[in-house]
């Protein structure tokens, strides 16, 4: 009986900690607290206005704990809020049974916020206090829908922004979609095997389900999944195994056209910048090299960098990319010891994955 009781209260959200959670909730009570205010100080003089409306709260829930998801984005909070309590407004004008007019309230709150593409859990409760929120809310009329409902919402989204901006959340969120790093209609490198979003689109078709994420969220979670799985199964296949020891650098100080000489040389795509200890400040390659003369330091970007034992497939993400081409390997003191190319771990797939098959 207890193992089943701990198994009914396991949280079953994915990849939130407890510190997380203590967050969002500090961000909730910020954010209902001010809406209240906020809404005291803009209406308040009306006693039959309530200051915030209840399905703040539940909004809230989704904006603060979970704002990754399509239902917590702006225009789902303000829309579906806002259209929500319109059409529970136009239910109770419309049908005097006050049970069969909540039904109606919701049913077609639903299909509305589907239509408009602002579906949002707490839109139901909205409409569902504009048919039984009493003489205060039928006083009140259409006007209801835009004060206080919008303006909560309005008021809640904006204090969310910021809130998810200082803690430099992705808010609004914004899935990610890779591209071609070269301007063409190509797919990203990592994308090109594999699964493609097509794939990803028959399963959920095929699963007949509807699900809380977005789909380009659901394609790049899926090709995290394989990566995690490749270091699970070659793991011990470290930076130090398989990594170029014979580095070739230049120092930033160095003449440019130096720089292209050794790269041209040696058939490289990428030099190290390094300093008179050997610690690494930075790479330069052909694409840097747009000017005659001048020195090294002033064509330099930032490198790409892992530690020898950091393992070489947790790479993969970096050297697919399109615009990486070598990640250079740094000592605890910072001192380069290494250079990690695109070559190197095709070469090490090589090895290991016919033999994983």
Known sequence: ?????????????????????????????????????????????????????????????????????????????????????????????????????????????????SLTKCLHPPGGAAALTAVIGGPAVVAQGFSFALVPMALNSITLVILGIIFHKLLKHNYPHVPPKAVSPVGTKDPAPILRAGFHVEDVDAALADLG?????????????????????????????????????????????????????????????????????GRLLGTIGLREITQQNGQVAEAMVPAATASPDTPAFSQLGKLTDGRTHAVIIQNATGRVVGLLSQTDLLAAAARVLPAAG
């Not at 407890?18 to 209902?32: E, F, H, M, V, Y």
């Not at 200051?51 to 809230?60: E, F, N, T, Y």
């Not at 230049?250 to 130096?258: E, K, L, R, S, W």
């Open 209 to 277: 389900e509807s699900f809380d994420i977005n789909r380009n969220d659901l394609d790049a979670l899926l090709q995290s999944v394989e990566q995690q799985a490749l270091l699970r199964t070659h793991g011990d296949l470290s930076c130090a195994d398989i990594m170029s020891r014979d580095v070739i650098a230049v120092g930033p100080d160095d003449d440019i056209q130096a720089a292209r000489a050794l790269l041209l040389e040696h058939n490289i795509r990428i030099l190290p910048v390094i300093d008179a200890l």
């Open 1 to 113: 009986m207890a193992n089943f009781r701990f198994k009914l209260f396991s949280p079953i959200l994915a990849g939130a900690t407890l510190n997380d959670r203590l967050i969002n909730g500090l961000g909730a009570l910020i954010g209902i607290g001010l809406t209240g205010l906020i809404g005291e100080m803009t209406f308040g003089g009306n006693p039959a206005l309530p200051l915030i409306v209840a399905p703040l709260g539940a909004s809230s829930v989704l904006l603060f704990a979970v704002p990754s998801s399509p239902l917590a984005q702006p225009w789902s909070i303000i829309g579906g809020n806002t259209l929500s309590c319109l059409c529970g407004i136009i239910a109770y004008r419309l049908v005097p049974d006050i049970m069969v007019a909540s039904g109606i309230a919701v049913g077609l709150a639903i299909i509305v916020m």
